[in-house]
């Protein structure tokens, strides 16, 4: 299974555009030992000519223009139009996650993959996504039902090679899905759908697990990470209160979905004793000191045996 990593970083990518934060202020004036990163994007091959998508990022038309195996290549149709890129992936209907799908609304056919509750929010209750159906058949919608392993499929329904099984891994929808934000008091919407982490594998047995938002690990998550070959999880904060401190309000890590780095009960030290996969940080936010590779929480992290994902990484497992 081939990866490439378009984007690392959190909602608004770093450094983000209205913020001075220390790791933002110091990217900007060249003193900070790290990298600038677009919102967090990856795109999954078997055989490198036909990729999907796991979820849209905001920054999606960059990150594409910046991968050459996901350009149209010189022998496009007659047209002068087409793409490598087959199907997306959502893991939930968050702003950061979705709105790069309209990048791809040029009449390019595709199959995308989705909770009923996300497909409802993004495609159903969204204008703007009609843009992805001006033709017969330019998306073709699937639902992803937790616990139900699928293989993913282009529009014209030819096998990729990649199978997908989706689990839930987090209950919050997106602040603009209920009346004031207030999911709760929809009845039409399943909360385990919300957030999803893809356990994904190949026709050699190959598995990874991506979860770029991740609230908790259960015990069967954690069976599930000793049997995959690589992790790709959640990054976001270092500290529960990180954003509190630096903004001085605002809500912690698990208060938005997201499982801390550090401490007794975050996701350094519950995965410690998670050996045999290789283990990737994604979806950094920009106050979150590990951007720092000078840093001793940067050290830190890969003393525990993770690495920090970068823009524009390619791997294969």
């Not at 378009?6 to 933002?24: K, R």
């Not at 293989?151 to 997908?164: K, M, T, W």
Request: hydrophobic share 40%.
């Amino acid at each position: 299974m081939l990866i490439r990593f378009l984007g690392s970083a959190a909602g608004g990518g770093f450094p983000q555009w209205n913020c001075a934060c220390t790791n933002c202020a110091r990217l900007r004036a060249g003193t900070l030992l790290s990298k600038s990163r677009t919102q967090a994007q990856l795109a999954i091959s078997a055989n490198g000519h036909e990729w999907f998508l796991l979820g849209a990022s905001p920054d999606l038309r960059m990150q594409l223009e910046a991968t050459p195996p996901l350009l149209p290549s010189n022998q496009s149709a007659a047209n002068h139009r087409s793409s490598p890129i087959a199907g997306v992936v959502f893991l939930s209907a968050e702003l950061d996650h979705s709105v790069g799908l309209l990048t791809l609304r040029e009449r390019h056919p595709l199959r995308i993959y989705a909770t009923a509750s996300v497909r409802k929010l993004v495609a159903e209750e969204n204008s703007f996504f009609r843009m992805m159906e001006r033709e017969p058949g330019q998306s073709q919608w699937n639902d992803l039902r937790l616990g139900e392993r699928i293989e993913l499929r282009n529009a014209s329904g030819e096998g990729s090679g990649i199978g997908c099984m989706a689990l839930s891994v987090g209950h919050k929808f997106p602040f603009f899905a209920g009346p004031g934000g207030r999911t709760d008091e929809r009845t039409d919407l399943a909360s385990e759908e919300a957030v999803l982490g893809l356990l994904l594998d190949d026709s050699a047995g190959r598995k990874m697990f991506y979860a770029p938002g991740l609230g908790e690990v259960t015990s069967n998550l954690m069976e599930i990470f000793r049997r995959c070959d690589l992790l790709l999880l959640d990054g976001s904060f270092w500290s529960d209160n990180e954003l509190v401190n630096a903004a001085g309000k605002g809500q912690t890590a698990r208060e938005m979905g997201h499982l801390p780095l550090s401490g007794p009960d975050g996701l350094l030290h519950v995965l410690a004793q998670v050996n045999g996969p290789r283990k990737i940080l994604i979806h950094i936010n920009n106050t979150n000191p590990i951007l720092d590779e000078a840093s001793e929480e940067f050290r830190e992290v890969n003393a525990a045996g993770w690495e920090v994902a970068e823009d524009g990484w390619a791997i294969e497992i």
